[in-house]
């Protein structure tokens, strides 16, 4: 699997942000924290990527009345609401390790009447007994594992046979932009290294066809999902350019700076860098990637 740059596990994990993650998880590398941390700024993040990537990421998803989902990672429930606008009739239970995130999400989404059960759970231990649901949905969770398959091998037990499950994970090596700047691409590489400290993977996305094939999914298909920014769609340089992907970036930069990664000062060109693709003469792309399996 691909993972982040040569060196980076040696990195201190300075001003870590965000719970531990849980212990004994026998995987490659226990994290040392969640690289995008649980402050408000980052709820209102994932609420706005969500919302800007809705209909690229979820279309060609929606539950059928009555079967069971589980949501693995689910946050503050930002994926959950688009995940009850196509499937109103599906009972959903999301799991998250983050109790503020559970009470926020079911705080939020207690208006839409939905069959929801939120529960406290690391993705890598379920506490569900084997074949329980009929579909399991995980977005930007694998990322952050630093054993991606045992949450992979969880999802499968969980799941009935002919159940399926769909995986959405970014991979910001798919990052590229117009001007260029090298100091937006160093910060970039940042981002990918103190995940890679945690013991997660931002270079994941890439790498998602061959994780369900070894945790033993079948009829796996992966969809990229390009999101393309440029003054003929205006309305994504402020929703994806500033708000999704600069300020991912930026929710980094104290961490980088204190890990002596990069100086303030170019910290802060790379950030007005980043900004300046999101006007007139800038392009911003960026690649997600979509997996759906069958348990065989
Ligand atoms: C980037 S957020 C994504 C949240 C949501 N899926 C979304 O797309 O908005 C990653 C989430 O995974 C959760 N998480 C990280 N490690 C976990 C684990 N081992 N078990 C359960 N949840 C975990 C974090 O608490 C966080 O809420």
Known sequence: MTRGPEGAAALPSAGGTGASGPGGSGG??????????????????????????????????????GSRVLEIGCGVGAQTRHLVAAGPGARYVCVDRSPESLETARRRLAPSGADLTWQCADARQLPYEEGEFDHAFVCFLLEHLPDPERALAEARRVLRPGGTLTVIEGDHGSAFHHPPSRYAQRAIDCLVRLQAVDGGDGLIGRALRPLLARAGFADIEVAP????????????????????FTAMIEGVGDRAVAAGLMSRADWERAVAD??????????????????VARRP
């Open 274 to 291: 980043l900004l300046r693709t999101a006007g007139p003469d800038g392009t911003f792309h960026y690649t997600f990637f979509k997996a």
């Open 225 to 244: 999902r390009t999101v393309y920014v440029d003054a003929g769609r205006p309305h994504l340089f402020d929703s994806f350019t500033r708000q999704t």
């Open 28 to 65: 490659r590398r226990e994290a040392a924290g969640y690289v995008h941390g649980y402050t408000a700024h980052e709820a209102r993040r994932l609420d706005d990527q969500a919302q800007t990537l809705a209909g690229l990421l979820h279309a060609g998803t929606a539950y059928p009345d």
